[in-house]
């Protein structure tokens, strides 16, 4: 018998987050990643009519935690998984978990393997699925978004590159479900940065309807990342050239800091 299909709903929280939530049509269970408001949470549950079972967790960041103790109150047995290394800032974590080893959804008979991924904090994990319908899963919170990655607040630009370079590893096929809509103004800078980017032009045309249309750009593929991301193009001549380097590294951190500056 085929196993159900998973179905993974964007819940819209604050300005532009977005809080995953997993769910079955054959089973009762919800487990939500990184739910920054228990609000939304709560009322997709009830409409739903689901039981939230696991909460998966990337990093520390208020947007990222702060529905948690709301949601545990709610439902007291729900398993809470996080970065061991940012434990301490995570309350009511159940289970802590570091680079290599596997999550077990049991609601969902699901496993995913964590990664750590350190560059915009220092603990900061994502949760992969390599097999679910043939397509790979990846929640990387805010370390790759759609044409950009996240800001270094307590990484060096020389770890977000070695965490962009193990996601870049994945196959091309995995869906990225980052946690922020921030892919119209990643585009904005990405074409300022190759403005020839025939991707990046069509992504943007692609993506600006989306919006228009009040619709998610995510998730987003790591083969059309791979086309349209400059963060994940600093080996290509064309971006070598423009940053007058040839090393990698050096590409990758001019244009961490140019981000950080652009106005679009
Ligand atoms: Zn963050």
């Given at each position: 018998?085929?196993?159900?299909?998973?179905?993974?709903t964007?819940?819209?929280?604050?300005q532009?987050?977005?809080?995953?939530?997993l769910?079955k049509?054959?089973?009762?269970?919800l487990v939500?990643?990184?739910?920054?408001d228990a609000?939304v949470?709560?009322q997709?549950?009830?409409t739903?009519?689901?039981?939230?079972?696991?909460?998966?967790?990337?990093?520390?960041?208020?947007?990222?935690?702060?529905g948690?103790a709301a949601?545990k109150?709610?439902?007291?047995?729900?398993?809470?998984?996080?970065?061991?290394?940012?434990?301490e800032?995570?309350?009511?974590?159940?289970?802590?978990v570091?680079?290599g080893?596997?999550?077990?959804?049991e609601?969902?008979?699901?496993q995913f393997?964590?990664l750590?991924?350190?560059?915009?904090t220092?603990?900061?994990?994502a949760y992969?699925?390599?097999?679910v319908d043939?397509?790979?899963?990846l929640f990387?919170g805010?370390?790759?978004?759609?044409?950009?990655c996240g800001?270094?607040f307590?990484?060096s630009?020389?770890q977000?590159?070695?965490?962009?370079?193990?996601?870049?590893a994945?196959?091309?096929?995995?869906l990225?479900?980052?946690?922020?809509?921030?892919?119209?103004a990643?585009?904005a800078?990405?074409?300022?940065v190759?403005?020839?980017?025939?991707?990046?032009?069509?992504h943007?045309?692609?993506?600006?309807?989306?919006?228009?249309?009040?619709?998610?750009?995510?998730?987003?593929?790591?083969?059309?990342?791979?086309?349209i991301?400059?963060?994940?193009r600093?080996?290509?001549?064309?971006?070598?050239?423009?940053?007058?380097?040839?090393s990698?590294?050096?590409?990758?951190?001019?244009?961490r800091?140019?981000?950080?500056?652009?106005?679009?």
């Amino acid at each position: 018998m085929q196993p159900e299909k998973l179905t993974i709903t964007p819940l819209a929280a604050f300005q532009d987050n977005y809080i995953w939530c997993l769910t079955k049509p054959d089973s009762d269970a919800l487990v939500v990643v990184d739910p920054g408001d228990a609000d939304v949470v709560l009322q997709f549950a009830r409409t739903t009519k689901r039981q939230l079972s696991s909460i998966l967790v990337t990093h520390h960041h208020w947007d990222h935690t702060d529905g948690i103790a709301a949601l545990k109150q709610h439902w007291p047995n729900t398993q809470i998984i996080g970065p061991d290394y940012e434990a301490e800032r995570i309350p009511s974590l159940t289970q802590t978990v570091h680079d290599g080893d596997i999550v077990q959804l049991e609601e969902f008979d699901l496993q995913f393997q964590v990664l750590h991924l350190p560059g915009h904090t220092l603990g900061h994990i994502a949760y992969y699925q390599s097999s679910v319908d043939g397509a790979p899963l990846l929640f990387c919170g805010d370390t790759l978004f759609s044409a950009g990655c996240g800001r270094l607040f307590e990484g060096s630009p020389e770890q977000m590159h070695q965490s962009l370079q193990r996601l870049m590893a994945l196959p091309n096929e995995t869906l990225i479900y980052c946690t922020h809509e921030y892919t119209l103004a990643n585009l904005a800078f990405a074409r300022a940065v190759e403005p020839d980017n025939q991707a990046v032009i069509a992504h943007l045309t692609k993506c600006q309807q989306l919006r228009d249309n009040q619709l998610p750009t995510l998730p987003s593929k790591l083969a059309t990342e791979k086309a349209i991301n400059p963060f994940l193009r600093c080996h290509l001549p064309d971006l070598q050239r423009k940053y007058t380097s040839s090393s990698e590294q050096a590409v990758f951190t001019a244009l961490r800091s140019d981000k950080d500056r652009f106005k679009s």
